[in-house]
């Protein structure tokens, strides 16, 4: 789905006096290739928060971009495990757009000012952190997929691990060769914190940041994926079941046309000496009449052979029916 609407190529509202008065002079004197240029950030009219207090900050390294809203901060965690001279609680943020669309020029950034969920797009590093309240808690933290009778919506929070967290409008993976892996745990007996393995939790897609576990018919319920090839042999089965099924009707039916055309043109010889090898005439009509719906039937057996062999065929990878992908595998 796409939205539609105007975006402001820069927010005047937003700029410092000093930047709207320059950029008064150059539309008055007609200088837009001037603005348009931005060569070596001289263009200098662009939304840039003040980074000073950050920069003066004991424990906290700030690169900040030329002429932008970017920047690397590297500090410890100061809203977590930090905030008491805690070890082990590094944390880089690399940022594009600080405070997102709200920020205004010249604006002091301070400490509280870096919170994810407010930002444009950023990766987020964490050496020690509580995952599922990388944003916030309440409404802003993350759906957990550690759940539990009595844990709430949310989940049971991951505590004290490290992560890597991406936030943006989209996120893309993109690889040049078609290869994706996403591998979750085997690679290490230990976490970050030297604690050793707490289970599988597995891969986990999740729409909407919410989970339903006990509703198999909510859209938020979440369930088991399917291995198409699993599927796929089991499908085999049944349907090998339903051509035993047909074949065996199918023999009942022709015994049962058979039978009752033998059964119409038997003859018995009466006592009498008039009428003797004649066949019973109500028979022959009972026979005549039925025999519409025997090929109706017949055509049914018929037909429901010809879908079974058209759905083995659109089970393989070859058919664009199947439902087996060609190019996407889970375990």
């Keep these: 789905m796409t939205t539609s609407g105007y975006i402001k190529r820069f927010d005047k509202d937003k700029l410092s006096s000093e930047k709207q008065t320059r950029l008064e002079v150059i539309e008055q004197a007609d200088l837009g290739a001037t603005t348009e240029s931005g060569a070596a950030g001289d ?4 939304v840039q928060p003040n980074w000073r207090e950050l920069k003066e900050r004991d424990g906290v390294k700030l690169i900040e971009g030329v002429d932008n809203n970017a920047a690397i901060v590297i500090d410890n965690n ?7 001279g805690g070890d082990n609680c590094a944390r880089i943020l690399l940022v594009a757009g600080f405070g997102g669309k709200k920020i205004k ?10 919170q994810h969920i407010k930002n444009a797009a950023g990766i987020y590093i964490h050496q020690k952190d509580d995952v599922q309240e990388v944003f916030g ?13 009595g844990l709430g919506e949310k989940g049971l929070v991951d505590k004290a691990k490290s992560h890597v967290t991406a936030f943006a409008d989209t996120i893309q993976l993109v690889s040049r060769t078609g290869g994706i892996n996403l591998i979750a745990g085997g690679v290490d007996n230990e976490d970050s914190a030297g604690l050793g393995a707490q289970g599988s939790i597995g891969v986990r897609l999740i729409y909407g940041n919410k989970v339903v576990l006990d509703n198999d018919d909510s859209e938020y319920s979440l369930q088991p994926m399917v291995k198409g090839t699993n599927l796929q042999k089991q499908i085999d089965q049944i349907l090998q079941r339903i051509d035993e099924l047909n074949a065996a009707v199918f023999g009942i039916k022709t015994t049962q046309i058979e039978n009752a055309a033998t059964a119409a ?24 009449m039925k025999i519409p719906e025997w090929i109706y039937d017949l055509l049914g057996i018929i037909s429901q052979k010809i879908n079974t062999v058209t759905s083995r065929i659109n089970n393989t990878s070859a ?3 199947s439902y087996v992908s060609a190019w996407h595998f889970l375990n």
């Design 137 to 149: 808690k309440d409404e802003q933290q993350l759906v957990s997929p550690i759940q539990g009778e």
């Design 78 to 84: 100061p809203n977590k495990y930090g905030q008491a």
């Design 105 to 114: 020029d010249g604006e002091l950034l301070k400490q509280k000012d870096l």
């Design 319 to 321: 058919s664009e029916a």
């Design 43 to 46: 263009r200098g009219l662009r």
């Design 265 to 288: 043109t038997h003859v018995h010889i009466p006592a009498g000496p008039i009428g003797g090898g004649t066949v019973t005439l109500d028979l022959i009509m009972d026979f005549i």
